[in-house]
Nanobody
Framework: QVQLVESGGGLVQAGGSLRLSCAASGSIFSINVMGWYRQAPGKQRELVATITSVGSTNYVDSVKGRFTISRDNAKNTMYLQMNSLKPEDTAVYYC???????????????WGQGTQVTVSS
C-alpha cells in the first residue's frame, strides 16, 4: 500500500507564491513519473506538471515560467514551487505517482487527497 500526502496549500494574494509538497510512503521500490494535477470548481482535472525519476520535466503552457516542479528521490517527495500566482490558479491540487512496490511488480498509479490553493485578486 502506498500513501501520497500533499501539503503547503493555502490562501495567497495574486502575485504571491506557495510551495506544495507531496510525500510518498509505504511499499515503495521505485517511483517513475510523478506529477501535479489540479481541478477547479466546475472543471475537469488537468495536468499541471510532471517529472521523471531522472528529472525530466513537462509543464502545461499556462504555468510555464511561473511554476517549478522538483523531487527528492531519497525522500520520495515531490515539490511544486508556484510563483506569480493568478486567480485562475485557484484549484485543488493533487499529486500523482507511478509506483513499483518491488523490483518484480507492476507499477501502479496513486493519488493524494488534494490540497486547496486559493489565489485572491
Amino acid at each position: 500500500q502506498v500513501q501520497l500526502v500533499e501539503s503547503g496549500g493555502g490562501l495567497v494574494q495574486a502575485g504571491g507564491s506557495l510551495r506544495l509538497s507531496c510525500a510518498a510512503s509505504g511499499s515503495i521500490f521505485s517511483i517513475n513519473v510523478m506529477g501535479w494535477y489540479r481541478q477547479a470548481p466546475g472543471k475537469q482535472r488537468e495536468l499541471v506538471a510532471t517529472i521523471t525519476s531522472v528529472g525530466s520535466t513537462n509543464y502545461v503552457d499556462s504555468v510555464k515560467g511561473r511554476f517549478t516542479i522538483s523531487r527528492d528521490n531519497a525522500k520520495n517527495t515531490m515539490y511544486l514551487q508556484m510563483n506569480s500566482l493568478k486567480p485562475e490558479d485557484t484549484a485543488v491540487y493533487y499529486c500523482n505517482a507511478d509506483v513499483r512496490a518491488t523490483r518484480w511488480s507492476m507499477a501502479y498509479d496513486y493519488w493524494g487527497q488534494g490540497t486547496q490553493v486559493t489565489v485572491s485578486s
